[in-house]
């Protein structure tokens, strides 16, 4: 659909009871979510529909929970005739828009992204790592704050998300370093984020590495849609280019901003966040306020959808 592109949330976008009414209001949600509990062998279903909270902010849970979540949205959106011009991903999110480009088997998806999140908690002791958002730092102070912070540890950008949001990662003391001079340099605000591990930058390495092997495992065919890739912002269509954008973002930054102004440039204007939350809806107008965007990832969102006319596809479900 012409102007049209879908944005998948990555972590932090989940809570308990998302996509249950999804599940119960359409079959191919439903679908979704028996699929993923037959892949993983257990009922991922229920920790989406029930929680417990605690069980479902565990990495390891939430990836393929989330996952699950967007491409049931997906498959809902694609039975209605809804289909974009392009598909991203903020981080986690690729694997959603790589599974709604054909890219990437569903079943694929969902058991990589489980060992894929137990990889990254692993990759990094408990408290030794950390991350923190800097709002509204002034333009050119972020790559000094860095090299003054690290002192020997690592601490870099971890996710371009807007103009005035960066979120950086590394050592526990070095990020607490970055947030205080950004302070001193002017930053609105420095927030410590309540994750499990320092996720996009160096210290993922280890988990790179594991996850290479898992990925080389499986099947990628070319792009039914094209995706712009978190790891360099730029236009994805083949098979080999996408396995390597989910080789390359694990330690590498999240270009969220560049993203949205690649497919801005490209005409698109409209959007639609399919998954839980509405995190990337918000970071839109930060970004450019040109342009609109609505969320899909409840039976409730449905009413939003008369401001986009079906435009039926075959061959993507």
């Known amino acids: 659909m012409s102007n049209l592109a879908f944005l998948f949330p990555g972590q932090g976008s989940q809570f308990a009871g998302m996509g249950r009414t999804l599940a119960e209001a359409h079959v191919e949600a439903r679908q979704v979510f028996e699929e993923a509990d037959d892949a993983l062998g257990f009922r991922l279903s229920t920790l989406c529909f029930e929680g417990p909270d605690e069980d479902l902010k565990r990495t390891e849970n939430t990836q393929p929970a989330l996952l699950t979540v967007s491409v049931a949205a997906f498959r809902v959106l694609a039975a209605k005739g809804v289909l974009p011009e392009y598909v991203a991903g903020h981080s986690l999110g ?112 280890p988990a790179q590495e594991r996850m290479g092997h898992e990925l080389d495992a499986v099947q990628f065919v070319d792009l039914q849609i094209p995706l712009v890739n978190n790891w360099r912002a730029v236009e994805t269509r083949t098979a080999a280019e996408a396995r390597e954008g989910l080789f390359e973002q694990i330690p590498n930054p999240v270009r969220w901003t560049e993203t949205i102004r690649y497919l801005a440039a490209r005409g698109i204007s409209r959007f639609v966040e399919v998954g839980p939350g509405a995190v990337l809806t918000g970071l839109l107008r930060n970004i450019n306020p040109n342009l609109a965007g609505i969320k899909f990832g409840e039976a409730a969102d449905e009413e939003k959808l008369h401001a986009i006319p079906p435009e039926p596809r075959e061959g993507l479900l």
């Open 94 to 205: 690729e694997y959603s828009a790589l599974v709604a480009s054909g890219a990437l088997a569903f079943r694929d998806a969902v058991q990589l992204v489980r060992k894929r999140g137990r990889f990254m908690q692993e990759a990094v002791p408990s408290g030794v790592g950390a991350m923190a958002a800097l709002l509204k730092l002034a333009v050119g102070k972020l790559d000094g704050i860095l090299v003054e912070a690290a002192q020997g540890e690592v601490v870099s950008a971890a996710n371009f998300n807007s103009p005035d949001q960066v979120v950086i990662a590394g050592h526990a003391g070095a990020v607490a370093r970055a947030m205080e001079l950004a302070k001193a340099a002017g930053a609105k605000r420095a927030v410590p984020l309540a994750v499990s591990a320092p996720f996009h930058c160096a210290l993922m390495k």
